[in-house]
């Protein structure tokens, strides 16, 4: 996400860092990059040049140019206006006080409602502790009802549906009822992709609206969506003044400056961003967060947030004691993969760190290759486990034959995990606060071991542990 | 306006005596079919218009007015066209109008026009040759560009000009993909080629080919799944599609065209490259201009990449596919009332 936005300014910003005072010119090259690096993400140009502006002015008011370290002081500034600008803090859905909450989607043909919509019922249900249900009232793009059932079925959430001969407008007025009838807390209703100039459809929606009275009006926007990304939120909120935004398609390499723009030209906050096509890759939006990521610092607080829900804390204490004796087996490796795929995909975990070159980031890891190294880890018998050292030929030869794999997979398998236990009793010994699987400055080497793989080129170099290494 | 025979090299007009009435009529069909269209195109343009005027200083063009270029450059990257063609664009007018050559608004916007018309002329050849047999045409793209819409286009035009086509379903992975092909095959008249539902689509590339030779037809349309250019196994994919067609067929796949939603920003450039490494792309398809969008990403990806654009996509209608026309696309971007 950003990356190029992120680059750029972690470019001008290295070349303010090596200096120490800024003069007017440095401050006038600095804004300069930061307008083109907003432009080329596609916020909005309008936007982009309030927002150079404003920065300019808190510098000349703060007199950076006088201060001890004027460079940590732009940041800083462009950090804040930055958050200020896609909204403070974090912007959850109204839940309704009686009776079920109601939400709307609507948005352009292909902007990713309909996945859109079963994530969102499945984040909260999950978050939330809520009991959604959904209704179909796509009637128009062929087979748009199946795949809400099918995803629907996915995230275990009901779908309410009456095919594609009824008025969208009746179907989520009786989806709507059939719901709150059989207990559903949470009822959202997807609704056909519509171009926003397309007065009859637009109709259509504000129809739906007034039928059904929602409490959560929210525009799915694709986050490859270049200037007019303003414009159609403007026509959207226009017809039916939605209430937030969620953008689509981050896990692509779209800088997806429109969560820059929209909120500053609408007023109206993004809510949610998706991440992936795994009906788990939907995410509350935190504008801070954003910041710091396009600052180059990273999406650390989201990365902590995926760790906490993911890890047992007991679990996590356990294994860090034994990583600090060195005690680290196959057992603890095995345990510490399977707390890793609760995160999530491997993939958007490494979105979301910082310091991590785009080549790498973009790779596609697959997440077959865990489970491969699992099988191999099975294999082996818990005194093999325990002790590697035990791993001879024959038994090698045993566990490849045992889990499916050549002879070669099991012996980089083993001599990885040798060079990552190496490497966790040197991190350990520095005393570092390890969460379990990161490696806190360890930086180089290591690996991930097994990922290697095909399709996972320079995987290992930056790989696991050390993947927080900068 | 292009004309259909200036974008395909060995386009049939229908000959022969049987078909002649029938190509006339086609003939003429295309005629008010192209009236129809440019004036639909010069509509959604003038949208286009509107805004860029909106940001444009009212009145004559003042080369010494700082305020002025910015407001170009504001035009610009509000079309989407992106820094770095932005850039390009504008050094150029500012040497003309250095040079002394840019006095009137007229004149600017003419010199827009000549200028991006320059940029966008690519050493490849922005025609489609249809003369080998079969022709192999390989549609790519991320998903919900519009490709299947744009081969079923394809088929029909080429149908109605009497040629033999084979319209192949590469798309096994979404739902109904091919279902939605056959009815575009059925309605033009062309043999279609499918597999089951995450079947492999080199195989259906392969079948495709054997089809063709089969029944004669001159062009295979090979439609493939949508994809996000930056996942690595599914590009893999596409090239391996690609290597199936070019073992079978010497020569094959003798066009790759991009579909690229005109509504995107910057991110088109890295659509472009990414497919263009992967699979060779030799055309782009700039779809879904009948919206608000202006397409400025467009320029950026001829000129920057030196892709040349082939065909442009305004409507789910069979005539709202047609031949890119730079002249006519620069002409809805920078009319001569730029400044009015």
Known sequence: ?470 | MRDWNDLFTGLDAGSGSATAAAASTTAAAEREGSGRWFSRFKDSMARSRRAMSAQLVVGAFDPEDAATWERIEEGLIAADVGVTSTVAIVERLEAEAAAGRLTTAQDLAAALRRIAAELMRTEQSDRIDITANPTVVMMVGVNGTGKTTTIGKLASRLGAHGHGVVVAAGDTFRAAAAEQLAVWAERSGAEFVRTHDGGDPGAVAWDAIEKASETGAGVVLLDTAGRLHTKTNLMAELEKVHRVLERQLPGAPHETLLSIDATTGQNGMRQAKEFAAAVDVTGIVLTKLDGTSKGGIAVAIAHELGIPIKLVGIGEGVDDLQPFDADDFLQALFPDDLLA
């Not at chain 1, 995410?283 to 990273?298: N, Q």
């Not at chain 1, 993969?337 to 697959?366: Q, T, W």
């Open chain 1, 1 to 470: 996400m950003f990356d190029t936005l992120q680059e750029k300014l972690e470019g001008t910003f290295a070349g303010l860092r090596s200096k120490g005072k800024l003069t007017e010119d440095d401050i006038a090259g600095a804004l300069r990059e930061i307008r083109l690096a907003l432009l080329e993400a596609d916020v909005n140009f309008k936007v982009v040049k309030s927002f150079v502006a404003t920065v300019k002015d808190r510098l000349a008011d703060e007199k950076v140019h006088e201060a001890l370290q004027p460079a940590q002081q732009i940041v800083k500034v462009v950090n804040e206006e930055l958050v200020a600008l896609m909204g403070t803090g974090q912007s959850k859905l109204t839940f309704s006080q009686r009776g079920p909450t109601i939400v709307l989607m609507a948005g352009l043909q292909g902007s990713g409602k309909t996945t859109t919509t079963a994530k969102l019922a499945k984040l909260l249900r999950e978050q939330d502790g809520k009991t959604p249900a959904l209704v179909a009232c796509d009637v128009y793009r062929p087979a748009a009802i199946d795949q809400l059932k099918t995803v629907g079925a996915q995230v275990g959430v009901p779908v309410y549906e009456q095919g594609t001969d009824k008025d969208p407008v009746e179907i989520a007025k009786w989806g709507v009822q059939q719901a709150t009838d059989a207990g559903a807390d949470v009822i959202i209703v997807d609704t056909a992709g519509r171009l926003d100039i397309d007065e009859q459809l637009m109709g259509e929606l504000v129809a739906i609206k007034k039928a059904i009275k929602p409490h959560n009006v929210l525009l799915v926007l694709d986050s490859m969506t270049g200037q007019e990304a303003v414009s159609v939120a403007e026509r959207f909120d226009a017809a039916v003044a939605f209430d937030g935004v969620i953008l689509t398609k981050l896990d692509g390499d779209a800088r997806g400056g429109a969560a820059l723009s929209v909120k500053s030209v609408t007023g109206k906050p993004i809510k949610f961003v998706a991440l992936g096509e795994q009906l788990d890759a939907l995410e509350y939006f935190h504008p801070d967060r954003m910041a710091s990521r396009i600052l180059g610092m990273g999406d650390v607080l989201t990365l902590i947030e995926k760790a906490e829900q993911a890890f047992e804390e007991d679990e996590a204490a356990d294994l860090e004691a034994r990583l600090r004796k060195g005690q680290f087996t196959f057992d603890d490796f095995l345990k510490q993969m399977k707390m890793m795929r609760r995160m999530g995909s491997f993939k958007s975990i490494l979105a979301l760190l910082p310091g991590i070159p785009k080549e790498i980031r973009n790779i596609d890891v697959d997440e077959r290759q865990i489970a491969r190294i699992e099988a191999i880890v099975l294999s082996m018998t818990k005194e093999e486990r325990g002790n590697p050292d035990l791993i001879d030929g024959s038994r090698r030869r045993r566990i490849a034959a045992g889990s499916g794999h050549e002879v070669q997979a099991v012996n980089q398998l083993i001599k990885q995990f040798g060079e990552m236990k190496k490497m966790m009793k040197m991190m350990m010994k520095g005393g570092g606060k390890l969460p379990p699987g990161f490696g806190g400055d360890g930086g180089a080497g290591g690996g991930f071991p097994g990922l290697g793989g095909p399709g996972a080129g320079n995987m290992r170099a930056g790989g696991f542990p050390g993947l927080g290494g900068r």
